[in-house]
């Protein structure tokens, strides 16, 4: 499961895999195979798919599920499927890189789903007279549309969206229900945005004002705006903050998980992902291709190069230039023993104190030892 397709809509492999390789995958049947091309309704794991789905092995740890599975295709390696040591139950499709197929699959048939939606304005949506909407956009129930809106052909926005005044959305955009746009935000192509998602609200920007009171705020005005370049992905109740003057700008192909903190005037390379609960504070440039870990945190004012990777929880308080992984996680312990060790570290400057004491007194010994011996000689 799941079975995705009704009967009638159900897709011959032969047609599936032709699909696949016209974007430039190569996969194919191995040689000799006499079988009738069975009709796919469904994509499901080896353990969960059944006889009209199809399925695939990415990872060499689960082959021993081939003799298990009651899938009717598998997309596999060909050196998988050289070394299997029986006769498969299953078609299998001999592909490089499974677990992209995989992926191409499951959004082949997810366009199914979303061909099945409703079309068209929905009358209870408000739109203002002057938004340009391009041909074969969708709005939802309760939706609102400022005044100036552009919105690309075929773009489909959920119940109660709300896109503000002057902002733009590329063609083929899919944004779920309540995602909010405040003014002045731009997306280019194929972007999907997850319920929740707000883009474009103030930086967090303030300047001390003692003319109000000790302690006080005089907030400033956030005026850049957010730049969203082509199929950026962002995932439920993420935030992309507006620039206080430059713009805050995510480059072509970034992925964003749920619940991150993206700051004002922060940049972000190409095909960069985050992982749920990424804070990125105001104006860090972030390199392309770079993967930062759940829960990792990035001070102000850094700047990561390209093909960086942080580990999952690591705090980022200096500039990366290198590629490479980067980790600052304390391991966690049993909670007694956690202390002791935390307890420990609050000791280590002066620790290092007295090693370096000791290391000078043997120093001096030593200088000591050897000039006696030399005025022994």
């Known amino acids: 499961m799941p079975v995705l397709l009704n009967v009638d809509q159900a897709v011959q492999l032969s047609e599936l895999i032709d699909a696949i390789n016209k974007t430039g995958l190569d996969c194919k049947l191995p040689e000799g195979i006499k079988e009738p091309m ?3 309704r469904g994509l499901g794991s080896l353990l969960s798919a059944g006889p009209e789905e199809i399925s695939f092995l990415s990872n060499p740890k689960m082959q021993d599920l081939l003799e298990q599975t009651s899938a009717a295709v598998v997309i596999l390696t060909p050196q998988v499927y050289e070394g299997l040591g029986f006769a498969p139950s299953f078609i299998p499709v001999l592909c490089s890189q499974p677990y992209l197929m995989y992926a191409l699959l499951a959004q082949r048939f997810d366009q199914v789903r979303m061909a099945d939606l409703p079309q068209g304005i929905h009358p209870s949506a408000v739109i203002d007279p002057s938004a340009d909407l391009g041909e074969g956009v969708s709005v939802g129930p ?9 919105i690309g052909r075929g773009t489909r926005l959920g119940a109660h969206c709300v896109i503000g005044a002057g902002s733009t959305l590329g063609q083929d955009c899919l944004l779920h229900a309540r995602v909010t746009l405040y003014h002045q935000v731009h997306i280019g192509a194929r972007a999907i945005l997850h319920s929740g998602v707000v883009l474009g609200a103030d930086g967090f920007g303030f300047a001390p004002d003692p003319v109000k009171g000790k302690g006080a705020w005089a907030k400033i005005a956030q005026i850049g705006h957010v730049r969203i370049g082509d199929d950026v992905e962002i995932g439920a109740n993420t935030t992309v903050d507006r620039g ?3 713009d805050t700008v995510l480059a072509n192909g970034v992925k964003l998980d749920n619940q991150i903190m993206i700051g004002h005037n922060v940049q972000v390379g190409e095909h960069t992902a985050m992982a749920a609960c990424v804070g990125v504070a105001g104006s860090t440039q972030i390199g392309a291709r770079c993967t930062i870990a759940g829960a990792a945190m990035l001070s102000g004012h850094l700047v990561l190069g390209d093909d960086v990777h942080v580990s999952g929880g690591t705090a980022v308080t200096s ?3 290198q590629p490479g992984r980067y980790t600052g996680v304390y391991p966690f312990a049993g909670h007694q023993d956690w202390q002791k060790n935390a307890a420990v570290l609050g000791q280590l400057s002066g620790l290092r104190r007295r090693l370096r004491s000791l290391e000078r007194q ?3 010994g030593a200088n000591e030892s050897s000039e006696h011996i030399n005025k022994q000689k």
């Open 319 to 321: 500039n990366i230039s």
């Open 142 to 150: 309760f939706c609102v549309i400022e005044a100036g809106v552009k």
């Open 362 to 364: 043997q120093a001096d």
């Open 38 to 40: 069975p009709r796919i």
């Open 244 to 246: 206080a003057l430059d």
